[in-house]
């Protein structure tokens, strides 16, 4: 292989300015760390339709790393801890309390980028119904005329309004003020968020397209089980009464589910619970701050429980 083209497929070339935000840790960073205050809500559901390990070689077969309850909860900032979807894949999270659009960000995305420079996309959609899907105005300013390799890197200064912009542990922040001219969707009742995977093939029978039409330049091929993006979590961050809140008084939940010795329960305010079995003893009490809380389940036996907080909101878990 040509020496000089060698290097062109680890550090490709961009075009145009450095339009959009920078690393994690640098000053005007838009990233979210995963154990910030703003979230008060994680994704609940996940579907994943896998897509080819490699587009161009489907005999390979499809991505199949990781399950979809690695997608359910709070950021787990671990690299293994995710869902693969594949070239092409896609991701659909609903929630218990739907997403409103707020001052600033709205929720943030996850991906398992191991540093800032090796980043895997995809484009993020959004529905009020789980029917019609609106997608976020995604811009790539990276060049299209050489392909970046499955090992290249990616200046996320070039690319905006994807998920994977930042590396594992810090979430890429999306405004639904973005498409508030959008038809056919409620940007205060979100449902749904979707993740598709962008390709990053620069060949146009494979190529994926940017909202302005040009071509998105990304890590390819990644012909590997843990092929295409790569989903930790999807974070609240804004929700409104209008959203739903005042009908179901409190909002919490609990992850993962089922359990071991520790959780995470995440609580809109400040409460108490108890735990009950299924015959309606009570095992187990205590309080819940605003926020997260770390919770020790250790002393419970294998079996089907209820929390319930004093506000009535229930939900239902297994401890293994």
Not at 1 to 11: A, E, G, R, T
Not at 16 to 28: F, H, I, N
Not at 62 to 68: H, L, N, R, T, W
Not at 110 to 125: A, C, K, P, Q, T
Request: glycine share 10%; with cysteine.
């Amino acid at each position: 292989m040509n020496k000089i083209l060698s290097i062109l497929l680890v550090f490709p070339i961009y075009v145009g300015a450095q339009s959009y935000p920078p690393p994690a840790g640098q000053p005007g960073s838009t990233a979210i760390h995963k154990d910030s205050s703003i979230f008060i809500g994680w994704a609940t559901n996940c579907t994943v339709q896998r897509g080819y390990m490699n587009v161009e070689n489907q005999s390979l077969g499809y991505a199949s790393f990781g399950v979809e309850n690695n997608a359910i909860g709070p950021a787990s900032g671990v690299t293994t801890s995710v869902v693969s979807i594949g070239d092409g894949g896609t991701a659909t999270l609903t929630f218990d309390i739907p997403i409103a659009n707020g001052a600033g960000p709205d929720f943030a995305v996850f991906e398992n980028g191991l540093n800032d420079e090796f980043l895997e996309i995809g484009f993020v959609e959004v529905s009020s119904n789980g029917t019609k899907f609106v997608r976020f105005p995604a811009i790539s300013e990276v060049q299209t005329t050489t392909q970046i390799g499955g090992f290249g890197t990616v200046d996320c200064r070039y690319i905006h309004n994807f998920a994977g912009k930042y590396r594992v542990g810090f979430g890429t922040p999306f405004d639904l003020e973005d498409i508030k001219d959008s038809t056919g969707i409620d940007i205060n009742h979100i449902t749904h968020v979707r993740i598709v995977d962008v390709i990053g093939s620069i060949d146009p029978l494979y190529a994926t397209y940017d909202s302005q039409g040009t071509i998105v330049n990304n890590l390819h091929p990644t012909p590997f089980e843990s092929g295409g993006f790569d989903l930790d979590a999807v974070g609240i961050i804004n929700t409104s009464d209008d959203a739903g809140l005042e009908s179901i008084n409190f909002a919490f939940s609990i992850y993962p589910n089922p359990v071991t010795d520790w959780v995470q329960i995440y609580s809109k305010s400040t409460t108490q619970f108890k735990i009950y079995t299924t015959v309606g003893a009570i095992v187990m009490q205590g309080e819940l701050n605003t926020g997260s809380n770390t919770v020790s389940f250790a002393a419970l036996a294998n079996g089907v429980y209820f929390i319930q907080t004093i506000e009535g909101k229930s939900i239902k878990f297994v401890k293994e």
